[in-house]
C-alpha cells in the first residue's frame, strides 16, 4: 500500500514498545512480562507497578480474550475512518489477564454481550506497520 | 475537617460572553473574564499575586504578569487535569491563601472550542493522551465520546442503566438552560427528542454529548479573613480534593472502567468539609456526557454504584427536587468552559444570585470536575 495514501493516525513506536509493533508486522501478539515478579502489563513501559523491576521481556500471548465492553461509532472524528463507519471497537480481556482495544470484526451487533469469545488477527496498514483486530473466535 | 476547611474563599467572578464565534483570541478571553472577575472582587488587577492559567488552551503566567502589570507575582501552578483543572485548582489557590502565600488567587479559562481546533485533533495533541495515541487512536478510538461510550455500554449491560434513563440527565439540563440568559441551547428537549437523535458511539447519542463553545470563565479566590473586608459575601471553601483513577492514561486498562477519579477524591473532599452528600443543596456535575453525570453521582455517594439510572428519575436532578443539578444548562446546554462556568453557577446559588433558576435556601453546594479519561475534582462550598 502507497504509505502516502494511507489518512488514518499511525503508530511511532518508542524503545519501549517497538517490540509489540514488530511482533504485530510478524503476526504474533507480544506482551510485556516483568523480569522481576513475572507479571504481564499492557500497554508498555518501562516499570512494573507490582515490583518495581525495569528488567523485562516479551512473550507471545495466545491471542484469545472475551469481550469486556464496546462501542459502535457512527460518526467519523478524523476523515480517514468515514468509509469504515460504523466502526465497532471492542475492548477485550485477554487470556493473558490484560486488555486490548481493537476493531472487531465479522460479529452481528446483536450477538455482542460480556464475554464473547474473540481472537486476535492481523491486518496491514501500510509497508510498516501492521495493527491489530478482533475476529469471532472459531 | 482539616486545617485548610473554610481558610479560602471565592470572592469574584467574571464570564465573556458565551458563543459558537468569539473572534477573539483564547488569551483576550481569559483576560476579558479575570477583569470581570477582579472588578467583582472589588480588586484591582495589580492586587492579584496568585495566578492558576489554564495550561491546555496555552494559558501561562506570564500572559497575566504583562497584561496586568502584576509587580510582584508570587504563586503561579498548573493543575493539567483537563475538565478537572479549574475544580483542582481551587485546592491548590486554597492552599496559596491559607499559607499566606499569595492574597489574591486567579483562576482562568479562555477557550475557542466551537470556532478552533475540533476535539478530534485537538486529542492528539496532548501529552496525555499520548499512550491511547499510540496505541488506540491508530485503531480508530479518537476522540472522548468513543472513549467514554465503553464505560457507558458496561455500566448498561452490569445494571440495567438504559439510554432513555441517560435522557434524563439531558432533558434536565436542558429545562435549566431554558432558565438562564447565557445559555447556547434554549429550544425545550423533551425524552424522546434524545431518542431520535443521531447516534455519535452508541450508546451516547448527540445529546448525550456536551458542547464545543467559545468563551472565558474566571474566579478570584482570597483567604476567607481577608474576604470579610471585601465587597461580596465569601463563599468558602469547605472542602477540595482530586483523585486519580487506576489506569488514568488508558480506560482500556482499568481495573472497574465504570468507576472514576472521582471515587477518589469525593470521601477526601467530604471529610474536610466535614459533611455528607445529604447535607449538599445544589450541585454543579461536570457534563461532558450525561453518562459522566450518572456515573460521578454515584463515585459522590448520592447512590450506590449501578443505582444511577433510577437516581436520576422522577425529577430528582431537576429544580424542586432534591439535589438539582447544572442549574446553569451545564456543558450539555449552556456552554463548554471546561466547568469553570459550573463554578461561576454555583458560587451565583450560594450568593442567591441564581436568577430563575435559584435553589431556594441553597447554603452548601457541591461542584465537580472531569477530565482527561477519568480524573475527578470535588469541591464542596459554602456561604
Known amino acids: ?138 | 475537617m482539616s486545617e485548610l476547611t473554610g481558610k479560602g474563599a471565592i470572592t469574584g467572578i467574571g464570564e465573556t460572553d458565551y458563543s459558537k464565534r468569539s473572534g477573539k483570541s483564547v488569551i483576550a478571553l481569559q483576560m476579558e473574564a479575570s477583569l470581570k472577575a477582579i472588578e467583582d472582587a472589588g480588586l484591582s488587577p495589580k492586587d492579584i499575586d496568585g495566578v492558576l492559567p489554564y495550561a491546555t488552551a496555552g494559558g501561562v503566567a506570564e500572559d497575566f504578569i504583562t497584561n496586568f502589570g502584576i509587580e510582584d507575582l508570587r504563586f503561579s501552578a498548573t493543575t493539567p487535569l483537563g475538565g478537572a483543572s479549574c475544580v483542582a485548582g481551587i485546592q491548590s489557590a486554597v492552599m496559596a491563601v491559607a499559607t499566606g502565600v499569595a492574597n489574591h488567587v486567579l483562576i482562568a479559562i479562555g477557550r475557542n472550542g466551537a470556532s478552533g481546533a475540533r476535539v478530534g485533533a485537538r486529542v492528539q495533541q496532548m501529552p496525555q493522551f499520548r499512550t491511547i495515541g499510540e496505541f488506540e487512536m491508530p485503531l480508530g478510538a479518537i476522540a472522548p465520546p468513543q472513549l467514554y461510550a465503553p464505560m457507558a455500554r458496561r455500566h448498561m449491560e452490569l445494571y440495567g442503566t438504559t439510554s432513555r434513563q441517560l435522557g434524563e440527565i439531558a432533558v434536565t439540563v436542558r429545562n435549566h438552560a431554558r432558565l438562564n440568559e447565557k445559555s447556547l441551547m434554549t429550544k425545550p428537549m423533551t425524552i424522546d427528542d434524545h431518542q431520535a437523535s443521531r447516534m455519535i458511539s452508541d450508546p451516547l447519542r448527540l445529546f448525550d454529548c456536551c458542547l464545543e463553545s467559545d468563551g472565558g470563565a474566571a474566579f478570584v479566590i482570597s483567604s476567607t479573613e481577608r474576604a470579610k473586608d471585601m465587597p461580596r459575601p465569601p463563599i468558602r471553601v469547605l472542602g477540595v480534593a482530586e483523585g486519580h483513577p487506576d489506569s488514568p492514561s488508558a480506560i482500556t486498562q482499568r481495573d472497574d472502567m465504570t468507576t472514576l477519579g472521582t471515587a477518589k477524591a469525593a470521601p477526601k473532599a467530604f471529610q474536610m468539609a466535614g459533611v455528607g452528600p445529604a447535607d449538599i443543596d445544589v450541585a454543579e456535575i461536570y457534563d461532558c456526557f450525561t453518562y459522566i453525570v450518572m456515573c460521578q453521582l454515584e463515585d459522590l455517594g448520592f447512590c450506590k454504584k449501578g443505582e444511577g439510572g433510577s437516581f436520576v428519575e422522577g425529577g430528582r436532578i431537576g429544580l424542586g427536587g432534591d439535589l438539582p443539578i447544572n442549574t446553569h444548562g451545564g456543558l450539555l446546554s449552556q456552554a463548554h468552559i471546561v466547568g469553570l462556568n459550573h463554578v461561576v453557577e454555583l458560587t451565583k446559588q450560594l450568593r442567591g444570585d441564581g436568577g430563575k433558576a435559584q435553589v431556594e435556601g441553597a447554603e452548601v453546594g457541591l461542584v465537580t470536575g472531569y477530565g482527561d479519561m477519568g480524573d475527578g475534582a470535588v469541591a464542596i462550598l459554602a456561604r
Open chain 1, 1 to 138: 500500500m502507497d504509505a502516502q495514501a494511507y489518512d488514518k493516525p499511525l503508530p511511532e513506536p518508542d524503545l519501549d514498545s517497538k517490540p509489540f509493533w514488530d511482533g504485530l508486522n510478524n503476526h504474533k501478539l507480544m506482551l510485556q512480562h516483568c523480569g522481576g515478579c513475572g507479571r504481564i502489563r499492557h500497554y508498555p513501559r518501562p516499570v512494573c507497578d507490582s515490583c518495581y523491576s525495569m528488567d523485562v521481556d516479551w512473550v507471545e500471548a495466545s491471542g484469545e480474550g472475551a469481550l469486556h465492553s464496546w462501542t459502535i461509532t457512527h460518526h467519523a472524528f478524523l476523515h480517514g475512518f468515514k468509509k469504515d463507519l460504523p466502526l465497532l471497537l471492542a475492548t477485550v480481556d485477554l487470556a493473558e489477564g490484560v486488555r486490548m482495544n481493537c476493531q472487531l470484526k465479522g460479529v452481528d451487533p446483536a450477538d455482542l454481550n460480556i464475554g464473547l469469545a474473540v481472537r486476535v488477527a492481523y491486518e496491514a496498514a501500510t509497508e510498516e506497520v501492521t495493527l491489530p483486530v478482533f475476529v469471532a473466535a472459531q
